[in-house]
């Protein structure tokens, strides 16, 4: 969706006077589209930067099977955002020259140490200052000013006016800084201290489009840092030291960029990082060492080589954007990850309490899991690992949750090794399997009730036992050719005796498994929407139309649910322009079987039965892509969902119910709104139990 709402647009669609100018450059399809956006801001709020209305790659509207792993394994804990603090910018400070001028000291002759009132010192364009003899004082920047080896320095706060520039060599220990917007700190020249600059237990606020150039800087024994908007700290090598926790946590909040060319560490005790939504870090490589470190990532992380964790409770959430070389964790680290995490080379997981879960889209060069003893155990894969190479599970467990899969190139497991999968989840090899299995404690197990599926492009072993493979549970083996020994339940099937008994439909979560020749559909979601005619609180019921999904061969199966509106709806179909319909569209109203007419499955009048159709116009890769049109204002326009964006269509579980006509949808969901500013909230919870309904409210909804 382009972005329409322009300053003081926003103001004339909220309905203050507006005159023709503000409207003669915007088409009719841009003005209904803004008006709505306008509309759905003042209703339910400005949505989240990171809300992509259940269309997006962490999405799962699927019920998780995981009796199993209740009984056997228990899911990691995982903190996040909510632990960390941010610092708070101080008020009690002059940063500009108009207020230094009005309440402190102020001259120019170059007699530096002399300008002192109320503890505080002014510098103006000095150049070569020394300021030694300074402690316990704020001194004020104005201008360019250049501090020489002030070493001997305790409880100084350097406050940087707006648009200055300090450089200072030799930066001493006890530092605090604020750095007022536009302001600079350059410390790329140190000579007290053998491994650069080091903030202790200071305080460092960075205001909007101020910067650090630094070689190698640390903060230490609870430093708080906080980097603004459009804010920059440039180091070669950036270290966060706890120092054991025994003065505080160090944090770093980022909202502007961190560019690291070399090493990003945190150690020693609980170091905090997070990286705020839309906000960049970028690191030669990333170490987080000790007990309590943690990263928390709402924006985009890249790490040129290695992310290596250490330690228990050495911990990364990523809830946006992270890629990097290669990805190691050990010693009872976390890893969770609910965005995209991109692993160009392999993914490592070592010790059995390593903790590492996926719930978004993991892609790397190779995998392996391995550890002491019985292995790593606590790896949790809930949506798609995808492994370019080889994965091997060399010791250990790997939990494949529900409705979620695995993609590879090849496939080894060994003798101490268990894959355990959900309902319909899935483990595609593209080339060939090679087992060292003997011992029958492990092997392959389906946990839940409907069928799971290993498919391989063949299978090899590397002992001479009969019994080299085990296979347990409802359990689809989609290998051919296939090795004579195995051992398997009777539950267990195998595609080369013609028992192709499962068919698992593709989603974001899962490659699918295409078992029959004829296809059933198994709708894997449910989109609800709004004809972008809105007047009254009341009109936010998004039934104007209501559809099951699924998508299978480039083709778009819809089960027509809903058709609440009383304007020309058109689904799927290919744009040529606003002016006509959509070719090879559908009108949901008209075009239908038995379902002609309008406000139709929303309360009004007498339900009718539901109708199927499939859209094979062109090719369909994902629901958000399946077109809806509303005739609007001379127009045909498109109902969109764009990520942080106000939207008129929503994807769901399938069995979400939906809204009567003339109901708000915060009436039968009060979670709504918190979940257009927070996408983890899942808003389908309770299903009006808390709302007070009118009669017939769902009443004939599914």
Known sequence: ????????????????????????????????????????????????????????????????????????????????????????????????????????????????????????????????????????????????????????????????????????????????????????????????????????????????RSTINATNLTFKNGAQVLVSDKATISANNLYLDGSQGSTGNVTLWNEGTLDINDILQGSNENTYIYNAVGKTIEAGSLDLINNGDLLVNDGTVTITNEISLHNSSAEIVNNADMECGSFSQAAGAKMFNVGNMSVTGLTYLDNSNSGWQNEGQWTCGSFEITGTDKGANNVFNNCHLTVNGEFYLNRGSFILDSNAGVECESFKIDDTSGFYLGNKSVLDISGTLTTEIINPEYGFFAYGDEYAVVKANGIETTTEDPESINYYGNLLVAINPHISQYTAQPSVKFTKDGQNIATIPSSPCSPGYEGEDDYTPNYQGRIMAEDLTVQTNSDWDFNDVVFDWAIKDGKAYIKLLAAGGTLPIRIGGTRNDNSSEPAGSVEIHNNVNGLGGYMKNCGVGDPVPVKEFVLDDHTYTNAKNILITVYKGGSWVEIEAEQGQPAAKFNCKVGTKWCDEYVNITRVYPDFTTWVANPSVDWTQGDGSTSVLTDGDLTNNQ
Not at 134 to 150: A, E, L, M, R, S
Not at 181 to 186: I, Q, T
């Open 1 to 208: 969706m382009k972005k329409y709402l322009m300053i003081g647009f926003v103001a004339a669609v909220a309905f203050s006077s507006c005159s023709k100018h503000d409207f003669e450059t915007m088409s009719q399809e841009e003005i209904v589209k803004a008006e709505y956006d306008a509309k759905f801001i003042a209703e339910f709020g400005q949505p989240a930067k990171n809300q992509t209305w259940g269309f997006g790659s962490g999405t799962r509207a699927f019920t998780r099977a995981s009796d199993y792993l209740k009984s056997k394994y228990t899911l990691p804990t995982f903190r996040g955002k909510s632990d960390i603090t941010k610092p708070t910018m101080p008020t009690n400070y002059y940063t500009t020259q108009a207020e230094v001028k009005d309440n402190v000291t102020y001259c120019k002759d170059k007699d530096w140490n002399s300008w002192e009132e109320s503890g505080a010192v002014v510098y103006v364009d000095a150049k070569n200052a020394f300021v030694n003899d300074k402690k316990n004082q704020t001194i004020y920047v104005v201008g360019d000013v250049v501090f020489n080896n002030p070493s001997g320095q305790t409880g100084i706060f350097y406050v940087v006016t707006k648009g200055s520039s300090l450089k200072i060599k030799g930066f001493g220990q006890y530092q605090g800084i604020l750095l007022a917007e536009g302001a600079s700190l350059d410390i790329t020249e140190y000579n007290s201290w053998e491994n650069g600059v080091t903030i202790d237990g200071g305080q460092v606020y960075m205001d909007e």
